[in-house]
């Protein structure tokens, strides 16, 4: 139940976070009560009777082993490899390098194991005994979720980071502000917020970030924050209008992908003095539980710096210098916090900016913008919108203008990404293709991507899973 999750801690050591994920897994064992009637033919018999012998778990042993490059298996000493040991004595043995791997182990211990139809405080597995070896392919295996055009509340994230620790996901990226509302309090600049979010009930304040990148850690999730900009930054305009430029400009299609229209200035001192000031809150906090920063750099409108006035142009020859600068700066500030700096894939690809080599390009428009991002050199992050963009398919928010007869917007009402990606889709995808061999060790891993244009805390569950779990299957 979402609604009673436990208060946490700030985890003190790994020692803290695997007694505590060893509380929750005998939780889980006796509590979940599935019985896996569709996992047999019909009226078969398949649970252990009642005057069957039965050999109990005794302990639980985990063992740390040191990573070492000359070890025969390479890929069984990742991070999070571990393997899982049930002797036919009932002794469980898991080995593992890290604490990460162990708090994988405990989750696939706990799906051995199912309730009886005739009395489900009574559990069994009928695997044992058995040996498991298990390690992931790539590094981040994320979900990219949209908090801010569409309220999702702290307690919703919570929700869905015990779901992703159960499919072994260990990336959350939290699309944090947007241009529709900016929830995420910035004490240094409170109007942002105050002014910025749909309702004061509706902000995130610092210790709901907290909590939720806390709860993350002990689950083995790292719970990072994007601010995106230039772009989709209107919400930015209810506080400090004069930063923004074109802001809900009608029409608004020559200005924005979507309503409403506005985006920071590139060429004002002013809008550098309030990214120092926002960078220099938000970066201490949530470097404490992360090690990433995404900095956006997507759909940026080239005409809506024309209405600027620091810039009045809309020719990328103009326009690119003074991004550059923009992205220096922002970078700057991210790797002084010792932080990753994360963009979507246009500030590579479509504006060509010089970005130090250890920066993340997340690709999304196709599987061939991953090729492109990796023959360039650049570290990426896959999860095209083909495949893995999970809101797609549920036809177009944005109302008709009756007045215009070319509109896009029309019957059968589709959205822009249609069709809908089902599971098999998601785990159809195969991130490897086309990728030549020289270039793969950049490819980092994926994301599975949740906008929230029609997403809110009642539909979150269904829009995720479990398609979701298709693509950590992938991971």
Known sequence: DRRTQPKIKKPSSTQAILYSAFERLKGIIFSQQFV????????????????????????????????????????????????????????????????????????????????????????????????????????????????????????????????????????????????????????????????????????WTTADLKEVQEYGAYRGVEVYVEVDMPGHTASIFHAYPDLITAYNKQPWGPYAQEPPSGQLRLNSPDVHRFLTTLLND?????????????????????????????????????????LQKF?????????????????????????????????????????????????????????????????CGYGTWLDPDPSNPDTSIKPPYLDWCSPYKNWRQVYSYNPWADIPEEHKHLVLGGEVHLFSELTDSVTLDNMLWLRAAAAAEVL
Request: net charge negative.
């Open 36 to 203: 896996p009637f569709k996992f047999h033919p019909k009226n078969s018999t398949f649970e252990p009777g009642a005057d069957d012998s039965r050999i109990h778990i005794k302990k639980i042993v985990i063992e740390e082993q040191q990573s070492t490059d000359q070890q025969e298996d390479a890929d069984d000493i990742s991070d999070e490899a571990y393997t899982l040991q049930i002797s036919k004595e009932g002794i469980a043995l898991i080995k593992t390098v890290s604490y990460r791997g162990g708090l994988h182990a405990f989750n696939t211990f706990s799906q051995l194991f199912y309730a009886h139809s005739c009395c489900k405080n009574e559990v069994y597995t009928p695997y044992a005994p058995v040996v498991i070896k298990d390690w992931p392919l790539f590094e981040h295996r994320g979900l990219n979720l949209d908090i801010a055009r569409n309220r999702i509340s702290p307690k919703d994230v919570i929700w869905t980071l015990e779901i992703m620790s159960f499919t072994k996901l260990n990336r959350l990226h939290l699309h944090a502000t947007d241009a529709q509302s900016w929830p995420l309090e910035i004490p240094a600049l409170p109007d942002l917020a105050r002014k910025g979010a749909y309702h004061q009930s509706q902000i």
């Open 282 to 322: 938000l970066l201490p906090r949530i470097s404490l539980y992360s090690s990433h920063f995404h900095i956006g750099g997507d759909e940026l409108n080239a005409e809506a710096y024309n209405l600027d006035l620091t810039v009045k142009s809309s020719s990328k020859a103009v326009i690119r210098p003074l």
């Open 327 to 391: 992205f220096n700066h922002v970078i700057s500030h991210t790797s002084s916090h010792f932080l990753t700096p994360v963009l979507w894939e246009e500030a590579l690809l479509e504006w060509d900016l010089n970005l130090l080599k250890d920066t993340v390009i997340q690709s999304w428009r196709s599987h061939s913008s991953l090729a492109s991002v990796v023959a360039k050199g650049y570290r990426a992050l896959f999860g095209p919108c083909t495949h893995w963009y999970l809101d």
